[in-house]
């Protein structure tokens, strides 16, 4: 089964959200304050692309050559 945009963007966020999270409970470490922005940011664009059903990521992907699966089953 070849990936598709929906299985791709899911598992982009799931992972970028995986790894902010991490950095950001890691103990003894003062966390920048760009974790925490970048989480908030991931976090705005998850809720926009809900309405919108766009994402930042979809361009690069596009180019990438992954393929738009219009059906659901």
Known sequence: MAMTM???LRLTAGVVLLV??????IPAQDVHWFW????IFMAI???QSAFTNWCPVMVVYRKLGIKE?????
């Open 6 to 8: 929906d299985r791709v």
């Open 36 to 39: 925490k922005a970048f989480l």
């Open 45 to 47: 664009n998850q809720i």
């Open 20 to 25: 902010v999270t991490l950095v950001g409970i």
């Open 69 to 73: 699966c219009n059906e659901y089953k």
